[in-house]
């Protein structure tokens, strides 16, 4: 399937789904310069690859950061923690590849649904609590890098907030 949807996932962090089949959703995305770092996260059963076309890019990966630059390539093994954003002066542009691609495309479709009606902070990511419910619906695809049992335990207070705010 060829699709060409566009995404803001959060203020400064955009993508177009070039391409989405089964085993992969291949995107063009870019990042407003900025200093925000989103969380880190976790994909346990995907793959991600990414080719910076232009600008540079500060990636923690594992724990070890590091700056990319136009040229340079980056895997993410499924199961490693990750966070990236853009240090530079100028937008940073990428290929990005996700493999499998599960449910990718539908988190980032309600994810920005949800930035249209549901409370955001400063750098246009929902609240916790506005998140909790996408996160647990999309946990496949989509974790926090927190400790598992702890992360399970938020994500439980968070999604009964959520619920009693009316976020479904």
Same mark, same amino acid.
């Given at each position: 399937? *060829?699709? #060409?949807?566009?995404?803001? *996932?959060?203020?400064?962090?955009?993508?177009?789904?070039?391409?989405?089949?089964?085993? $992969? $959703?291949?995107?063009?995305? #870019?990042?407003?310069?900025?200093? +925000?770092?989103?969380?880190?996260?976790?994909?346990?059963?995907?793959?991600?690859?990414?080719?910076?076309h232009d600008g540079e890019l500060?990636?923690?990966?594992?724990?070890?950061?590091? #700056?990319? +630059?136009a040229g340079e390539t980056l895997d993410i093994p499924r199961?490693?923690?990750?966070?990236?954003?853009?240090?530079?002066?100028?937008?940073?542009?990428?290929?990005?590849?996700?493999?499998?691609? *599960? !449910?990718?495309?539908?988190?980032?479709?309600?994810?920005?649904?949800?930035?249209?009606?549901?409370?955001?902070?400063?750098?246009? $990511?929902?609240?916790?609590?506005?998140?909790?419910?996408?996160?647990?619906?999309?946990?496949?695809?989509?974790?926090?890098? $927190?400790? !598992?049992?702890?992360?399970?335990?938020?994500?439980?207070? *968070?999604?009964?907030?959520?619920?009693?705010?009316?976020?479904?």
């Open positions: 399937m *060829l699709a #060409t949807e566009t995404y803001d *996932l959060h203020d400064a962090e955009h993508v177009t789904i070039v391409r989405h089949t089964p085993d $992969l $959703l291949e995107v063009e995305v #870019t990042w407003d310069p900025g200093d +925000h770092h989103p969380l880190a996260h976790v994909h346990d059963a995907q793959d991600e690859r990414f080719a910076i500060t990636v923690v990966l594992d724990g070890i950061r590091r #700056t990319l +630059h199961g490693t923690p990750h966070t990236m954003w853009n240090t530079g002066a100028t937008p940073a542009r990428a290929g990005w590849q996700t493999r499998p691609a *599960l !449910r990718t495309a539908e988190f980032w479709a309600e994810l920005h649904a949800a930035r249209q009606t549901r409370p955001t902070d400063a750098h246009g $990511l929902l609240t916790p609590v506005a998140a909790a419910p996408l996160l647990r619906e999309y946990r496949s695809e989509f974790r926090l890098a $927190l400790p !598992r049992p702890l992360g399970r335990a938020a994500l439980f207070v *968070l999604s009964l907030a959520a619920r009693v705010k009316g976020y479904r």
